[in-house]
């Protein structure tokens, strides 16, 4: 049989000079590398934005993003998707700072990171695919509420409630301080510019849309605070030698703390559910190799772990980073690494250029990044094709402002998992009274204690004065519960009536 020459792909046949070949991964390196500076630009201001509304020094932000693209970005795992300090996050980690202290910040990040590992480890990674989708949208809406909420006082340079129900409650007095103040007036001008520009910025000829959104308003915001010379609140700069902070004997004592242990768990579950969500979303965005779940919950679990040694933010792998990576051309996950070294170099040598930054133009930003989290357009069809989890949706958003991040999450998953038993437990009562007299009772579907009471209305509803058939011969679940309440409805009606003849099929 003769074999013909495989054809080599297109981009490969192109003709190069006589007597040299084009190395084969040229080309990737040279869309990687213009992908990273893409990414490290959307990443820049994001990473300080993070860090300044978590309550955290600025630097921190970096040093996440940092670890994020150098150590997370050469692990096995996922190839495009872009980690750093998340805005889901930011909530929670404000909350724990304000609680435990930014000294046990380091401890809580790296106890969660050995707690990713050992998921992975475990092959638990997988699990987080079947978290229900409603829960996941509730969850970020809240997150995103919470966050708006927030960043509305930094935009006016006032000091924003702790709890989300008081940040939300403080907005007409936040309104009526704004409006009498000078500095918080021109704070809220920037802030809102830097939105206007957001928001406006897909709109604008496509020569200049390459330019990241983020940086463009930021650097807008900056330029005008500094030629008018506005007197606004700016980052303040330490430096990364200034900022890092190597746990101690007395922070990791806090671990024997129960609210403390309660947070690891948080930040582990909810890191790594966002980063395994954004893993999903990423894949459905590029051809190339798929995540790998387990590989990649345990390089978040050894970002995390550095970052918490280093006493910076906690990562998660982060869509608007990883869509802008693939939309910029990446094919390799040298793209994500390089990212990092351009953080490294910029927080190494140009860290004051951080402090003309005004507060209010990253919280613009960060207003317009927690809008996107919640799903308003999305939130109408689905409440017409599935009202139970449009309701799951708002409950969670609502507990997770009302409560905080943790309990908001468990309420909705509590309801997802009642809703779906609700859901399984059909229950098919049919009552057919026969010319001889008798009564035909037959039961269909799954007999579960959430369908005992139409279940009992049903059986104490017949006469007890006539024969009753009851066949369950068309269940295919009968629990305890309802055992028990069929065998005691079928003592009673033997007493008080002529007889009842049940049929129990096997198995059942």
């Given at each position: 049989?003769?074999?013909?020459?495989?054809?080599?792909?297109?981009?490969?046949?192109?003709?190069?000079?006589?007597?040299?070949?084009?190395?084969?991964?040229?080309?990737?390196?040279?869309?990687?590398?213009?992908?990273?500076?893409?990414?490290?630009?959307?990443?820049?201001?994001?990473?300080?934005?993070?860090?300044?509304?978590?309550?955290?020094?600025?630097?921190?932000?970096?040093?996440?993003?940092?670890?994020?693209?150098?150590?997370?970005?050469?692990?096995?795992?996922?190839?495009?998707?872009?980690?750093?300090?998340?805005?889901?996050?930011?909530?929670?980690?404000?909350?724990?700072?304000?609680?435990?202290?930014?000294?046990?910040?380091?401890?809580?990040?790296?106890?969660?990171?050995?707690?990713?590992?050992?998921?992975?480890?475990?092959?638990?990674?997988?699990?987080?695919?079947?978290?229900?989708?409603?829960?996941?949208?509730?969850?970020?809406?809240?997150?995103?509420?919470?966050?708006?909420?927030?960043?509305?006082?930094?935009?006016?340079?006032?000091?924003?409630?702790?709890?989300?129900?008081?940040?939300?409650?403080?907005?007409?007095?936040?309104?009526?301080?704004?409006?009498?103040?000078?500095?918080?007036?021109?704070?809220?001008?920037?802030?809102?510019?830097?939105?206007?520009?957001?928001?406006?910025?897909?709109?604008?000829?496509?020569?200049?849309?390459?330019?990241?959104?983020?940086?463009?308003?930021?650097?807008?915001?900056?330029?005008?605070?500094?030629?008018?010379?506005?007197?606004?609140?700016?980052?303040?700069?330490?430096?990364?030698?200034?900022?890092?902070?190597?746990?101690?004997?007395?922070?990791?004592?806090?671990?024997?703390?129960?609210?403390?242990?309660?947070?690891?768990?948080?930040?582990?579950?909810?890191?790594?559910?966002?980063?395994?969500?954004?893993?999903?979303?990423?894949?459905?965005?590029?051809?190339?190799?798929?995540?790998?779940?387990?590989?990649?919950?345990?390089?978040?679990?050894?970002?995390?772990?550095?970052?918490?040694?280093?006493?910076?933010?906690?990562?998660?792998?982060?869509?608007?980073?990883?869509?802008?990576?693939?939309?910029?051309?990446?094919?390799?996950?040298?793209?994500?690494?390089?990212?990092?070294?351009?953080?490294?170099?910029?927080?190494?040598?140009?860290?004051?250029?951080?402090?003309?930054?005004?507060?209010?133009?990253?919280?613009?930003?960060?207003?317009?990044?927690?809008?996107?989290?919640?799903?308003?357009?999305?939130?109408?069809?689905?409440?017409?094709?599935?009202?139970?989890?449009?309701?799951?949706?708002?409950?969670?958003?609502?507990?997770?402002?009302?409560?905080?991040?943790?309990?908001?999450?468990?309420?909705?998953?509590?309801?997802?998992?009642?809703?779906?038993?609700?859901?399984?437990?059909?229950?098919?009562?049919?009552v057919d009274e026969r010319s001889d007299g008798t009564v035909a009772v037959t039961l269909a579907g799954n007999a579960t204690f959430l369908r005992l009471p139409r279940l009992l209305d049903a059986l104490e509803q017949l006469p007890t004065d006539r024969i009753v058939h009851l066949d369950l011969t068309g269940l295919r679940h009968l629990d305890h519960a309802c055992r028990s309440a069929l065998e005691s409805w079928e003592e009673r009606h033997n007493r008080l009536g002529e007889a009842a003849v049940v049929r129990v099929p096997a198995g059942v």
């Open positions: 049989m003769l074999h013909r020459p495989a054809l080599r792909p297109a981009a490969d046949r192109s003709p190069g000079p006589p007597g040299r070949s084009r190395p084969p991964g040229l080309s990737a390196l040279r869309t990687d590398l213009a992908a990273s500076l893409v990414v490290f630009l959307v990443a820049l201001p994001l990473c300080v934005g993070v860090a300044v509304a978590s309550g955290v020094p600025a630097e921190l932000g970096l040093v996440t993003g940092i670890v994020g693209g150098l150590l997370t970005g050469l692990l096995p795992g996922s190839s495009l998707q872009v980690s750093g300090p998340a805005a889901g996050l930011t909530v929670l980690v404000f909350a724990a700072v304000q609680e435990h202290g930014l000294a046990a910040l380091g401890v809580i990040t790296a106890a969660a990171g050995l707690l990713q590992i050992a998921m992975g480890a475990l092959r638990l990674g997988r699990l987080f695919r079947a978290i229900s989708v409603s829960v996941v949208q509730g969850m970020l809406a809240g997150i995103g509420l919470v966050l708006i909420a927030g960043q509305l006082y930094a935009m006016a340079d006032a000091k924003a409630p702790k709890d989300g129900l008081g940040k939300l409650a403080g907005l007409p007095r936040l309104l009526l301080d704004t409006a009498t103040s000078s500095q918080g007036l021109t704070a809220a001008a920037i802030g809102t510019g830097t939105v206007t520009v957001l928001v406006l910025w897909p709109r604008l000829p496509a020569r200049v849309r390459p330019v990241p959104a983020p940086l463009a308003a930021v650097a807008a915001a900056t330029a005008v605070t500094a030629l008018f010379d506005l007197a606004v609140a700016k980052v303040e700069v330490a430096g990364l030698a200034g900022v890092i902070s190597l746990p101690g004997g007395s922070e990791l004592a806090a671990l024997g703390s129960l609210g403390v242990l309660g947070t690891v768990v948080a930040f582990a579950l909810i890191a790594s559910a966002e980063s395994l969500f954004s893993a999903a979303a990423v894949d459905r965005l590029h051809d190339g190799p798929r995540t790998h779940y387990d590989k990649e919950l345990v390089a978040q679990g050894v970002g995390n772990t550095v970052c918490g040694v280093l006493g910076a933010l906690p990562m998660t792998a982060v869509i608007v980073r990883s869509a802008a990576n693939v939309q910029a051309g990446a094919r390799t996950k040298a793209s994500r690494v390089l990212h990092g070294l351009w953080l490294l170099l910029f927080a190494a040598f140009l860290p004051a250029a951080l402090s003309v930054i005004p507060l209010a133009a990253l919280a613009g930003v960060l207003v317009h990044a927690g809008a996107k989290l919640v799903p308003v357009k999305a939130l109408v069809p689905l409440w017409r094709a599935h009202r139970g989890e449009a309701l799951i949706l708002v409950v969670t958003a609502v507990a997770v402002v009302a409560t905080n991040l943790f309990e908001g999450v468990l309420l909705g998953l509590l309801l997802s998992v009642l809703k779906s038993a609700w859901d399984t437990s059909h229950l098919h009562v049919d």
